[in-house]
């Protein structure tokens, strides 16, 4: 089994910074794309940005230059440092993790959800 567990959300002032982790653990032969989708009270899950694991990064126009994905592959973990954080951007944060367990098995994850709020 695969389990991802998050952290790093909290309140923050606008325009402050905020990092979220998401370390993924199990029994894992090989992650191919990690990234960050967030839900807002009452509107749709959105893409907040994706990296797979040859670094290809796709970020959302909504964060980009504001936010930046990244991840430590030998830690298995995907992080999203959120600068200039708007009263917009608060949400539920949630990451996604997919690849392959050992046995061949496909993984695709969400993680538990972490809340970002933002004060105006």
């Given at each position: 089994?695969?389990?991802?567990?998050?952290?790093g959300?909290?309140?923050?002032?606008?325009?402050?910074?905020?990092?979220?982790?998401?370390?993924?653990?199990?029994?894992?032969?090989s992650?191919?794309?990690?990234?960050?989708?967030?839900?807002?009270?009452?509107?749709?899950?959105e893409?907040?940005?994706?990296?797979?694991?040859a670094?290809?990064?796709?970020?959302?126009?909504?964060?980009?230059g504001?936010?930046?994905?990244?991840?430590?592959?030998?830690k298995?973990?995907?992080y999203?440092?959120?600068?200039?954080?708007?009263?917009?951007?608060?949400?539920?944060?949630?990451?996604?993790?997919?690849?392959?367990?050992?046995?061949?098995r496909?993984f695709?994850l969400?993680?538990?959800?972490?809340?970002?709020?933002?004060?105006?």
């Open positions: 089994q695969v389990q991802l567990v998050e952290s959300g909290g309140l923050v002032q606008a325009g402050g910074s905020l990092k979220l982790s998401c370390a993924a653990s199990g029994s894992i032969f992650i191919n794309t990690m990234g960050w989708y967030r839900q807002a009270p009452g509107k749709q899950r893409l907040v940005g994706t990296l797979t694991g670094g290809r990064t796709n970020i959302s126009d909504s964060v980009k504001r936010f930046t994905i990244s991840r430590d592959n030998a298995n973990t995907v999203l440092k959120m600068n200039t954080l708007k009263p917009e951007d608060a949400a539920v944060y949630l990451c996604n993790v997919n690849g392959l367990q050992y046995g061949a496909w695709d969400w993680g538990q959800g972490t809340q970002v709020t933002v004060s105006s």
